[in-house]
């Protein structure tokens, strides 16, 4: 069992930036592929984009150009940057582990971001 947990939510204006962590209790995050999700209330979860053990990266069309992702597998951590948030993006963000083998899935709790105009 792979526990996630996220920081780095919060409240921001307008144009502002955020940068999301997810740690990972799991000792080898180089076997998984990681995600970030986002919900919007009466919305469903969706993809804001992923990484790959070897750090391949992509993208929604929502975000692209705006968000950068990353992973430092020393550190059992992934990272989510965003840049010129806009009220849009207002959701809760999930990180997701997903085993490049098994396919096992995991989530953490998730963070809230709020973007106000």
């Known amino acids: 069992q792979v526990q996630l947990v996220e920081s780095g939510g919060g409240l921001v204006q307008t144009g502002g930036s955020l940068r999301l962590s997810c740690t990972a209790s ?29 750090g391949g990266t ?29 009220p849009d993006d207002t959701a809760v963000y999930y990180c997701n582990a997903r085993h490049i083998i098994f396919g096992a899935d995991y989530w ?10």
């Open 26 to 54: 799991e000792s080898d995050l180089s076997l998984y592929g990681m995600g970030w999700y986002r919900q919007a209330p009466g919305n469903q979860r969706e993809l804001v984009g992923s990484i790959t053990p070897g």
């Open 58 to 86: 992509n993208y929604a069309a929502l975000v692209k150009g705006r968000c950068t992702i990353s992973r430092d597998n020393a550190k059992k951590t992934a990272y989510l940057q965003m840049n010129s948030l806009k």
């Open 108 to 117: 953490g709790q998730g963070t809230q971001v709020t973007v106000s105009s």
